[in-house]
């Protein structure tokens, strides 16, 4: 099973950039793709950003295109999720997630997550 520890959340300024971190441990996949996914009360889970492992190739949720990035640190086994631009709407907690195989949104399709780390946009 693999582990995930997500980093970098907490209370942020509507502007600001903050960066998350997710420290990835345990098994490892040939072929695996990572996301991050946020929570808002009383919404469901989306995913805002993903990326093939292998390829490095990303997808973007509309509403955060232009304002996020995911990387990855390959010898690290992190992946990141620079945030900018942050609006109270942004505010969620953030799960990162892995899954074997390649990119795709849907929080079934994911198989470990971490705990998840609080992200408060105030205006």
């Known amino acids: 099973q693999v582990q995930l520890v997500e980093s970098g959340g907490g209370l942020v300024q509507a502007g600001g950039s903050p960066r998350l971190s997710c420290a990835a441990s345990g098994p490892t996949f040939s072929s695996y793709a990572m996301g991050w996914f946020r929570q808002a009360p009383g919404k469901e889970r989306e995913c805002v950003a993903a990326?093939?492992?292998?390829?490095?190739?990303?997808y973007y949720a509309d509403s955060v295109k232009g304002r996020f990035t995911i990387s990855r640190d390959n010898a690290k086994n992190t992946v990141y999720l620079q945030m900018k631009r942050l609006q109270p709407e942004d505010t969620a907690v953030y799960y990162c997630?892995?899954?074997?195989?390649?990119?795709?949104?849907?929080?079934?399709?994911?198989?470990?997550w971490g705990q998840g780390t609080q992200v408060t946009v105030s205006s």
């Open positions: 990326i093939n492992w292998s390829y490095g190739t990303t």
């Open positions: 997630a892995v899954r074997r195989g390649g990119t795709t949104t849907r929080p079934a399709d994911f198989g470990s």
